[in-house]
Nanobody
């Protein structure tokens, strides 16, 4: 299983950014996939997840209405579209895969490398 994240960068407050994660080594029916983030000095936290069972999508409260998770099954790529970004969204973002959707890091089985998102005020 491999996950390759990309798309991070520097963006101004209020701006938008879309992260991508190339998925390989497994079928999308086998694992739930999602995004986590970790800001300096803080613990890694779940951002969003797509369930393998029915495609249900989950978001942490402070990104609801601003972030959208989706996947392209043909390209085997996971995306996180982020809009109305604020400095509080600054973090390293990680894509993740696990048996079940999780918003805490412990159950995650596979991690991609992180991609830095920096939002300037």
């Amino acid at each position: 299983v491999q996950l390759q994240a990309s798309g991070g960068g520097l963006v101004q407050s209020g701006g938008s950014l879309t992260l991508s994660c190339a998925l390989s080594g497994f079928t999308l029916e086998a694992l739930s996939v999602g995004w986590f983030r970790q800001a300096p000095g803080k613990e890694r936290e779940g951002v969003s997840c797509i369930s393998k069972s029915d495609g249900s999508k989950y978001y942490r409260d402070d990104v609801k209405g601003r972030f959208t998770i989706f996947r392209d099954n043909t390209k085997k790529t996971l995306y996180l579209q982020m809009t109305r970004l604020s400095p509080e969204d600054t973090a390293v973002y990680y894509c993740a895969a696990s048996e079940w959707c999780s918003m805490i890091p412990e159950p995650v089985d596979y991690w991609g490398q992180g991609t830095q998102v920096t939002v300037s005020s």
